[in-house]
Antibody, heavy 125, light 111 residues
Framework: EVQLVQSGAEVKKPGDSLKISCKGSGFSFTSYWIGWVRQMPGKGLEWMGI????????RYSPSFQGQVTISADKSINTAYLQWSSLKASDTAMYYCATLLGYCTNIMCLGGLDPWGQGTLVTVSS | QSALTQPPSASGSPGQSVTISCTGTSSDVGGYNYVSWYQQHPGKAPKLIIY???KRVSGVPDRFSGSKSGNTASLTVSGLQAEDEADYYCSSYADSHNLGVFGGGTKLTVL
């Protein structure tokens, strides 16, 4: 079964650093792009970025460039999303998902399937 | 403000059909046949139901169908059932982003 399992909920303070994870199983992890999507409380979905674990090629949505870092460790089939200094506005549910499509050197096309169960990040003083 | 425009709500009675629109521009929806639709039940992760405008994901009932005309994509749910009550999001590749963009979401209520 193709599956993405994310790390558990986090409660952090403003200024803290954080790295959340997304572990894939049931498929060739190094052959698929893994994307990250944010959903703020009561709001819609937002593309954050995407990574190809095979060679760590990473793309960011303009709104998230410089705000987060996406990485992967292909030896353990795991992708990561990290912050160096959290803000209260980073409070959200974060999902990872596999791209059912492909990326060229300038664009990524296709839907996201399957999705991880989500990681809730709460940032509060 | 989301890049793609969806109505905030839609509704229908069991057995009826409902169509949800997703309006963009020639730089996203109208320019590429890579429109996807997602279903999200409360407290759950989104689930892909339609990709590449019209293709249904394996296991998704054929009551769900997708289409596109110009800069507007549509999701039609026929024979509404109680379990179809959920939030629905469209997504498309957009020239302004190197990744996709989502619509603001539509809350579908089964009356």
């Amino acid at each position: 079964e193709v599956q993405l399992v994310q790390s558990g909920a986090e409660v952090k303070k403003p200024g803290d650093s954080l790295k959340i994870s997304c572990k894939g199983s049931g498929f060739s992890f190094t052959s698929y792009w893994i994307g990250w999507v944010r959903q703020m409380p009561g709001k819609g979905l937002e593309w954050m970025g995407i990574i190809y674990p095979g060679d760590s090629d990473t793309r960011y949505s303009p709104s998230f460039q410089g705000q987060v870092t996406i990485s992967a460790d292909k030896s353990i089939n795991t992708a990561y999303l990290q912050w160096s200094s959290l803000k209260a506005s980073d409070t959200a549910m974060y999902y990872c998902a596999t791209l059912l499509g492909y990326c060229t050197n300038i664009m990524c096309l296709g839907g996201l399937d399957p999705w991880g169960q989500g990681t809730l990040v709460t940032v509060s003083s | 403000q989301s890049a793609l425009t969806q109505p905030p709500s839609a509704s229908g009675s069991p057995g009826q059909s409902v169509t949800i629109s997703c309006t963009g521009t020639s730089s996203d929806v109208g320019g590429y046949n890579y429109v996807s639709w997602y279903q999200q039940h409360p407290g759950k992760a989104p689930k892909l139901i339609i990709y590449e405008v019209t293709k249904r994901v394996s296991g998704v009932p054929d009551r769900f169908s997708g289409s596109k005309s110009g800069n507007t994509a549509s999701l039609t749910v026929s024979g509404l059932q109680a379990e179809d009550e959920a939030d629905y999001y469209c997504s498309s590749y957009a020239d302004s982003h190197n990744l996709g963009v989502f619509g603001g979401g539509t809350k579908l209520t089964v009356l």
